[in-house]
C-alpha cells in the first residue's frame, strides 16, 4: 500500500480533476466554502436550505408489490428514488437505535404498506422496531429456528408483495413467501411460512441438466408471475457455469397459497443462458415483462406459457477489476459484467457496462436497441480504476428528461471473489467486501459521482453529462428525494476522518449539507444503502458499529413547554397532492407538506409549533386546514392557529426561503384531534392558499 504521501498527493490530483469536470461542477474551494456555510447555518439551528421539490417520479405501479418502499431500490423499476419527504436541515439531529441481539445493525431495510420495518435478523427476516432505543423485533423468521436451519434468506433482492406478505429467495436455492401480518396488520410474532419452492430443483427438471449457479434475485412482473435468476456478484464467463432465468406462473402461486398440489413441471418455465453467463444483480420488471442484466446481455422477458425472449441487447466488459500491486486500493469491483442492476423508465432501460472507461447505456425498452450512451466518471487521474455497483438512481420527470447519477465504487469489493471456490451468490460482509476498506473507510475505494441527463428529441435521444464530482467517494447507494430535490448520501471526509450525513443539490451537484457522525472506522455504512420509509423525517443508515443511525428534523416543539420535546418518531411530513387535498374537503393550493404529529401527556389545550418551509404569497390568504375524525378537511378557525418568524414576527408576504413557524391550539378530544386517547394528542393538517 502506497504512503500517505501518495495518498495526499492522488486526493490533490483528484481535486484538481474536479474543477475541470463538466457542466456545473464546483472548484474544490467553493465546495468547501458552502460546507463550511452549511455547518455554520447548521450551528445555529437552522438551514437555509430552500425546498426544491420535483415532480413526482414516473413509475406505473405494479399491482403485485406493496405500495410503499418494497425494496432496497423503492420500487421494482429500482429508481432508488423516493416521492417521500427527507430531512431539510431544519434543526437536524442524528437519533440511534443500537442492536444488541443481531450480527449487525439492521440492513437492507424495506417497508410494508403498513410502515413496518423488514429488516435482516438471525438468517432470516423480522419486523423491527428500528425507531426503539434499543431496537425491538416485533415478529419474525428464523430459518434455523423456525424451518430446520441449513439456509439464510437472501435479504437484498427479497420484496413485500401487495398483501404484503414478504417475498424471498434463499441461499439453498429456495424461494420463500411469509406472512407476517394479520389482515388488521398486526404483526405475526413468529411469521408464516405460506410458499416454499426449490426454484433450482423445478428449472433442472425443466431443463433436464443440472444448473452450476445459485438463485440470486427474484421479482413479480405485472401479471404476479414470479421471476428469478441463478448468478452471483461475480460470474466469469470462461468458468462456464450453467445459469438460467425463469418465472413460476401466478397460477400455480395462487393455487399454492389456496392450500392445493401443484404440479410444478407445468408451471416452472425456464430459459437456459449460455454457460458462463448470469446475473450479478437486481430484476427489473414494468408492464413490459422483466428486464434482466447477466454479465454479457441485457434483455427483455415476458411470460405467456413459456419464457419469451422480446430482446436481447450485449455489451462489452473488461472482466473482473481488481487492484494492482503498489495502488492505495487493495480491492476491486463485485461484478465481471455491468456492476448495477437495471434500472426503468417507462420507455428505456438504464444501466452501466465495465469498459476503461465505463459507459451509461440507454436501451429502448420496445425494441432493445441501444439508443444513447456516455462515457462516466471519466475524468479521474490516469490509471484510476471505475466500477459502479451500486444502483444507479433513475429519474423520469414525465417531460422527456430521465436523470441518472452514478457512483464509482470501485475497491469496496473483496479480492477474494475472483478465486475459483468463490460463491459471489453469498450475501455477506467477510465474503463481499475488502477487509481493508472495512477496516481503514473510504480513502480505500475510488471516487467519483456525476449525473447524466437522457434527453427525449425529435431525432431520438441525447445524453449530457450534468455535473460530476471527483472528490467524493461514497459506497452508500445514493437516494433521491422528489419531495425535496436533494440526493443523500453517506461519505468519509478523507481529511478528518470523519464520517457524514451530506445532501447533494440534485441541479447543482453542490454539497449544501453535512452532518458529522464519527471519526471511528467502525462507522463505515458496510456498503449498504440508506432507506426513507414514509414518515417523512428519517433517513435511516446502518453502521459497523451496531447502531442504526436516522437523520431527522425537529420540525415540531411545543413552546408553552420549552422544556418539553416531542418524539421525532410520532411526527410525520408527507406530500398531500392538491387532488387528495380537494376530494378531502379542502379549497385553494396546497402549499407545504401535510404534518401530523402526536403528542402524549397533553394538557386540555395545547400549542403545536411547525416549523416550516416553501411557503410564498400573501400571509393573509394562508388558510390551515386540519383533519377530522370522518377522514374530511376542515378549515382551522383563525382564532386557533397563526403563523410567524422564528423571531416572532408575524409576516405580510411569505417567502420560500424563510424558516416559518405555524402555531396551532389543539384541545385534547377537539375537532382536530384525531386522537382516541386522553390526554394525547394527534393533528395532521396542511396549508392552503
Given at each position: ?209 443440472t444448473l452450476d449457479q445459485n438463485l440470486l434475485s427474484v ?341 408553552e413547554m420549552p422544556y418539553r420535546k416531542v418524539d421525532l ?121
Open positions: 500500500m502506497k504512503k500517505r504521501a501518495m495518498i495526499i498527493a492522488m486526493m490533490a490530483a483528484m481535486l484538481t480533476v474536479a474543477s475541470d469536470c463538466t457542466v456545473k461542477l464546483l472548484h474544490a474551494e467553493e465546495t468547501q466554502t458552502k460546507e463550511a456555510q452549511a455547518e455554520d447555518s447548521q450551528s445555529e439551528g437552522t438551514s437555509q436550505l430552500p425546498i426544491k421539490a420535483l415532480s413526482p417520479k414516473v413509475v406505473e405501479e405494479n399491482p403485485y408489490m406493496a405500495k410503499s418502499d418494497s425494496n432496497i431500490h423503492h420500487d421494482c423499476y429500482n429508481t432508488d428514488s423516493t416521492d417521500e419527504v427527507l430531512p431539510v436541515g431544519i434543526y437536524s439531529e442524528i437519533n440511534v437505535s443500537y442492536e444488541k441481539v443481531n450480527a449487525n445493525a439492521s440492513p437492507a431495510i424495506f417497508f410494508d404498506s403498513y410502515g413496518h420495518a423488514v429488516v435482516p435478523f438471525l438468517g432470516g427476516l423480522a419486523i423491527r422496531d428500528i425507531n426503539a432505543d434499543e431496537t425491538q423485533t416485533v415478529g419474525y423468521f428464523s430459518p434455523k429456528q423456525h424451518d430446520e436451519g441449513g439456509y439464510v434468506i437472501q435479504s437484498s433482492y427479497s420484496f413485500v408483495d401487495e398483501s404484503n406478505r414478504i417475498v424471498c429467495p434463499t441461499s439453498n436455492n429456495h424461494v420463500l413467501m411469509l406472512k407476517a401480518t394479520d389482515e388488521e396488520g398486526n404483526v405475526l410474532p413468529e411469521f408464516e411460512k405460506v410458499l416454499d419452492i426449490d426454484i433450482k430443483a423445478a428449472a433442472e427438471a425443466a431443463l433436464g441438466k421479482v413479480f412482473d405485472y401479471d404476479g408471475n414470479l421471476w428469478f435468476a441463478t448468478g452471483g456478484f461475480r460470474i466469469y464467463p470462461d468458468r462456464e457455469q450453467q445459469g438460467a432465468v425463469g418465472y413460476i406462473s401466478r397460477s400455480a402461486i395462487d393455487a399454492i397459497l389456496n392450500g392445493e398440489e401443484v404440479d410444478l413441471t407445468d408451471s416452472v418455465f425456464v430459459y437456459e443462458l449460455t454457460p458462463g453467463e448470469g446475473a450479478e444483480n437486481g430484476i427489473a420488471s414494468s408492464k413490459d415483462g422483466a428486464v434482466i442484466l447477466t454479465n454479457l446481455n441485457c434483455y427483455l422477458f415476458q411470460a405467456d406459457n413459456g419464457v419469451q425472449k422480446v430482446w436481447e441487447t450485449s455489451y462489452e466488459s473488461v472482466g473482473a477489476k481488481e487492484s494492482a500491486e503498489g495502488d492505495a486500493t487493495t480491492g476491486g469491483g463485485l461484478a465481471w459484467g455491468g456492476g448495477c442492476s437495471p434500472s426503468l423508465t417507462k420507455d428505456l432501460v438504464m444501466f452501466t457496462d465495465n469498459q476503461n472507461p465505463v459507459n451509461l447505456l440507454a436501451v429502448d425498452m420496445k425494441t432493445g436497441e441501444t439508443v444513447a450512451s456516455l462515457p462516466v466518471i471519466d475524468e479521474l487521474p490516469e490509471d484510476s480504476q471505475v466500477s459502479v455497483e451500486n444502483s444507479a438512481i433513475v429519474y423520469d420527470n414525465g417531460e422527456g428528461t430521465v436523470s441518472t447519477i452514478v457512483c464509482n465504487w470501485f475497491g469496496a469489493g473483496s479480492a477474494a471473489l475472483g478465486k475459483e471456490d468463490s460463491d459471489s451468490s453469498i450475501q455477506s460482509y467477510a465474503n463481499i467486501y475488502d477487509v481493508n476498506w472495512l477496516s481503514q473507510g473510504n480513502k480505500m475505494i475510488m471516487p467519483g459521482v456525476e449525473r447524466v441527463d437522457t434527453i427525449k428529441t425529435d431525432d431520438g435521444y441525447e445524453m449530457k453529462s450534468i455535473w460530476c464530482r471527483s472528490d467524493l467517494s461514497d459506497t452508500s447507494m445514493l437516494k433521491l428525494s422528489t419531495a425535496t430535490g436533494y440526493i443523500y448520501g453517506y461519505v468519509q471526509d478523507l481529511e478528518t476522518g470523519m464520517w457524514q450525513y451530506i445532501m447533494l443539490d440534485f441541479e447543482t451537484g453542490e454539497t449544501v449539507f453535512s452532518m458529522d457522525v464519527s471519526s471511528k472506522p467502525g462507522y463505515n455504512n458496510m456498503a449498504i444503502g440508506m432507506y426513507a420509509g414514509n414518515s417523512g423525517n428519517a433517513l435511516y443508515c446502518p453502521t459497523g458499529y451496531l447502531e442504526l443511525l436516522r437523520l431527522q428534523d425537529r420540525f415540531v416543539y411545543l413552546p418518531d410520532q411526527a410525520m411530513r408527507n406530500v398531500l397532492g392538491q387532488e387528495t387535498f380537494e376530494a378531502d374537503g379542502g379549497q385553494g393550493n396546497v402549499m407545504g407538506w401535510l404534518n401530523t404529529v402526536t403528542v402524549e401527556n397533553v394538557h386540555p389545550n395545547t400549542t403545536v409549533a411547525l416549523r416550516v418551509k416553501g411557503l410564498s404569497g400573501s400571509a393573509d390568504a394562508l388558510k390551515l386546514y386540519g383533519y377530522g375524525a370522518d377522514g374530511s378537511l376542515q378549515e382551522v378557525p383563525a382564532d386557533l392557529w397563526h403563523i410567524q418568524t422564528e423571531e416572532g414576527a408575524i409576516p405580510d408576504t411569505l417567502s420560500e426561503d424563510v424558516l416559518y413557524e405555524i402555531h396551532v391550539l389543539v384541545q385534547d378530544g377537539g375537532t382536530f384531534d384525531l386522537s382516541e386517547n386522553e390526554k394525547e394528542i394527534k393533528v395532521s393538517v396542511v396549508a392552503a392558499q
